[in-house]
């Protein structure tokens, strides 16, 4: 075994506990880092790979950043998804007998961030864990350590709801018990959750056992101390801030699973992940970060409860007829600070002076703005003042305590005020008073000697000394002054008189250091005992700049209150799409009605690509999300019903981390829909099928459309560019055709973006390629193709639906090219033509077989070819099969 150091085997054990952390190893100055550590936090960071003697036969790898400025490193590493121990000497390197005692005292995480640029101000940072209880039964429990804010549900059914709760709050890591099948554990770790962290321990803790006292239910209790045992296993110190935990649950809100808030860009855009572009965006006029939290919380989880929707719905009405207030209260919340993470940092320990000189500038525009809803003179706005807590002993303590800018550094004194403690008094006037004794010594000996450069300084090592040059030396008389230091040009002295005020001054300064950093611990300490009253008004001052922020938005966009019915009516009056609204700026949004009641469930949107079907999708499903969490919405007029889930399937993207198509995608999102959807859900599809062939996608489609119209009856817009579906409308009595419209001029397509009755007459497909700027030959070629295929389509008839097989692929129907029709044809039409193309057109892959003579004059090798042929069940083949079997039996006819 290799004899390395003392301090390497110090560094070792330690590090053994901490393997999937970088340990950040205190040496003097600087945090240090050895072997693999080093190499590649090196590279990470980007900082100097060295080396060291660490007792072996090889110099041991080393790397290590000053810790004055470490925080920096240490966010960086955090952000690229690792963990960090940090390590500290625990004892006085003067008293150590050997190695000085180290430990680690805090192992920070994705999860466990408590300040830094890795903390956006208007983002939750979330840690949760998840317990797998019987088959079919998940714990999930959550925190934002930073705000200390903690919610726990169970979930019965599928491990998708699961995968949706993580995504929806965006947990940063995930903690699970180290048992939790592997599988499970794969599929919740592609979830985009930075890191993964395991525990063991779920023994109720006396230090959090009154933060469970609400839950009602042993598994939720298990599953939030597994998270709450984490927590303080790697924080180390008492969590004081934690809130009691809310259990929830997920029937509460509207359900959105996370395909759909992707496709519907509710907090975060497709292509870019960026916020811009979102509905988030569009809706956040908040003016503090609780705020921003709180609304993005709010769009993920839109109430179901009627009352609480219309009580908020009520508060943005008023504030909307109180200009002037309401412009008040907005400038005043732009002076609050974090309410909820200064109460954080004030129980974690690490808050400055300066966290808590923001903390008192907040809590004084409390007052004021309870002063400016009660001058509203309205029951709601009484309501809301009520609700607001000035905590003003809290703001007393502050205003006598601390100076209005002190410096960050909570160890270098200039904290606390003047007359705030009468020992600090003393020492501050004996330091003030020693120093300017010393200013008049140095007068007194100037005038007294004649020496007009004769100076009294001060360095560490010697301390205060009277300094003359060599040129000036004969002017001091024997023995006026004690020699200390002899220079190359002058000579240092120093009296019995200046070395007891040097005691004086010294001692005074280094008690005024410490007693300032105890004065600042106590007031922490006081402030700490408020932190429930400050939770509970930052909750409160949140919630009032959201509907502020609603109520401002309304005005400005001219937004309606939405008017909700029992009757399951869909009445929309020029309504817009919110945030291509917003981003065309000063373009004209063409606006669109919608109706749908219980005679029109299902609308078939057909009409060219570009036209707008998927806008006008997207518009009443944000619609009604942002009706139902208490927003006013873009239209003139708005009658909504309550959705209990929304659903989408909008756009095209392969999923590449599970190795899955586009079309596997497409089925899935469909099938999620489908299983779970109600009557009183709202679904979105858009071009259902178009990843596969023709036939097949058509066929898919109209069976979809069928099962959600018989067995669901869920409102559902439905796009397609299967014009042969629109027949639908006359067999399914509550579907009905609406369509984008557009008009050629002058050979080019002009897309109105407007939704009228019935059916679309074309696609328009080449006219769109037109506008992309494709060539113009390759344009004018794809032109004729299609002339052909038209004329060809004309002169056959060819099938496009289908009545009893609609559930069975029927992709061996399709020829070598796709069909082109443009009038739907009838079911009657369709069957007889399936059966006839189930006998002949997969003969068209090959060359035309020999003509035979009839029936009757067949050999007995054409007899058992045509008996096998007829013995086939094509439409339980796949294409290949059929193409396989096919040709076997042509090469044994042609013998």
């Known amino acids: 075994m290799t004899a390395y150091t003392p301090m390497i085997l110090q560094y070792l054990q330690i590090k053994a506990d901490y393997q999937d952390a970088f340990l950040f190893f205190r040496l003097g100055d600087f945090y240090e880092m050895f072997f693999d550590d080093a190499v590649k936090a090196s590279q990470e960071l980007e900082i100097t790979l060295t080396s060291r003697d660490g007792g072996g036969e090889d110099r041991i790898p080393m790397c290590g950043v000053p810790y004055h400025a470490a925080q920096g490193y240490i966010e960086q590493l955090i952000q690229k998804g690792y963990k960090v121990a940090i390590c500290e000497q625990t004892e006085d390197p003067k008293a150590a007998k050997g190695v000085v005692r180290r430990e680690v005292v805090q192992l920070i995480t994705p999860g466990t961030l408590m300040e830094g640029r890795g903390l956006n101000e208007k983002e939750n940072n979330f840690i949760a864990t998840v317990t797998v209880f019987d088959e079919g039964t998940y714990g999930f429990a959550c925190s934002d350590l930073s705000t200390g804010e903690s919610r726990v549900t169970i979930l019965t059914g599928s491990l998708d709801d699961v995968l949706n709760e993580l995504s929806s ?427 749908m009641d219980k005679e029109r469930e299902l609308l078939l949107i057909t009409g060219p690509n570009m036209s707008g079907k998927s806008t006008y999708m997207r518009q009443i499903a944000l619609t009604a999300i942002m009706a139902q969490i208490g927003c006013f919405v873009p239209a003139a007029e708005a009658k909504l019903p309550i959705f209990d889930q929304v659903f989408t399937r909008i756009g095209a993207a392969d999923d590449l981390i599970s190795g899955q198509s586009t079309f596997m995608v497409e089925m899935l999102e469909a099938k999620n829909a489908i299983a779970n959807a109600t009557s009183n859900s709202l679904i979105l599809f858009d071009e259902i099928g178009r990843g596969t062939s023709t036939y097949d996608g058509m066929a898919l489609a109209q069976a979809i459309i069928e ?39 002058n050979g080019k397509v002009v897309f109105l973006h407007k939704i009228k009755e019935g059916a679309a007459d074309k696609s328009y497909g080449i006219h769109v390629a037109q506008l992309a700027e494709l060539p113009k030959e390759l344009i004018t070629r794809a032109a004729e193709i299609l002339e052909a295929l038209e004329n060809k389509a004309a002169a056959e008839s060819p099938a496009v639906t289908q009545t009893n097989k609609t559930n069975q692929h029927v992709d061996q129907l399709e020829t070598a090219g796709p069909q082109m029709i443009k009038e739907p044809v009838s079911h009657s039409q369709v069957s007889n033509q399936i059966e006839m193309e189930t006998s002949m057109a997969q003969l068209s892959f090959f060359e035309e077989t020999p003509k035979t003579a009839k029936t009757s004059s067949l050999t007995k090798k054409e007899k058992k070819i045509l008996e096998k042929l007829n013995g086939l069940d094509i439409l339980d083949m796949t294409p290949l099969e059929a193409m396989n079997i096919l040709y076997e039996l042509q090469r044994k006819l042609r013998g």
């Not at 817009?717 to 027949?727: D, G, I, N, P, R």
Request: charged share 30%.
């Open 169 to 595: 709050i965006g947990a940063k890591e995930l903690v699970l018990d180290p048992s939790t099948p592997e599988e499970i554990q794969q599929k919740l770790k592609g979830q985009a959750v930075l890191a993964i962290s395991y525990e063991e321990t779920i023994e109720i803790n006396m230090s959090y056992e009154h933060l469970l006292a609400e839950l009602d239910e042993e598994n939720a209790k298990v599953v939030t101390a597994r998270l709450f045992n984490y927590l303080h296993r790697t924080q180390k110190r008492n969590l004081d801030h934690l809130q009691p935990v809310v259990k929830y649950e997920v029937q509460q809100f509207m359900k959105i699973d996370f395909y759909s808030k992707r496709n519907l860009e509710l907090t975060e855009t497709i292509r870019s992940t960026a916020k811009k572009g979102s509905l988030l965006w569009l809706l956040d006029e908040t003016k503090t970060a609780m705020g921003g939290r709180l609304l993005k919380q709010w769009i993920n989880r839109p109430l179901l409860n009627r009352k609480e929707i219309e009580y908020r719905q009520g508060i943005v009405e008023l504030f909307m007829a109180c200009f002037f207030e309401r412009q008040e209260i907005r400038e005043m919340l732009k002076q609050v600070y974090d309410l909820e993470r200064l109460a954080g940092r004030v129980a974690f320990g690490n808050v400055n002076a300066r966290d808590l000189v923001q903390l008192k500038k907040s809590l004084l525009q409390i007052p004021i703005l309870k002063e400016t809803l009660v001058a509203m003179n309205n029951e709601v706005s009484d309501q809301l003042a009520d609700q607001l807590d000035p905590c003003e002993e809290v703001t007393d303590i502050l205003e006598q305590a601390l100076v209005e800018n002190p410096p960050i550094l909570i160890k270098e004194g200039n904290i606390i005020q003047d007359g705030y403690n009468a020992e600090l008094d003393r020492y501050r006037d004996a330091s003030r008073n020693g120093k300017s004794w010393i200013a008049n010594l140095e007068r007194q000996e100037r005038e007294k000697t004649g020496i007009k450069s004769l100076k009294i300084g001060y360095n560490r090592v010697f301390g205060y000394y009277i300094e003359v040059t060599k040129a000036n030396l004969h002017l001091l008389q024997e023995g006026q002054y004690e020699r200390k230091q002899t220079l190359s040009n002058a000579e240092r002295f120093i009296t019995p008189e200046l070395k007891e005020k040097e005691d004086l001054i010294l001692q005074a300064e280094e008690k005024i250091v410490d007693l300032e950093y105890e004065l600042f611990v106590n007031i922490r300490e006081m402030v700490k005992e408020y932190i429930p009253r400050l939770q509970a008004l930052a909750q409160a001052v949140s919630e009032l700049d959201v509907l502020t922020s609603f109520a401002e938005l309304s005005e400005q966009r001219q937004y309606v209150k939405p008017n909700f019915t029992e009757e399951r009516k869909v009445v929309l009056k020029n309504g817009r799409h919110p945030v291509v609204e917003k981003v065309m700026s000063a373009q004209e949004y063409v606006p669109n009605d919608c109706y």
């Open 707 to 745: 099962y959600i119209h018989n067995r669901i009856g869920a409102k559902t817009l439905f796009s397609t560019h299967y014009h042969e579906l629109t027949v639908l409308e006359s067999e399914l009595s509550r579907l009905k055709n609406v369509h984008v419209s557009a008009v050629e001029q």
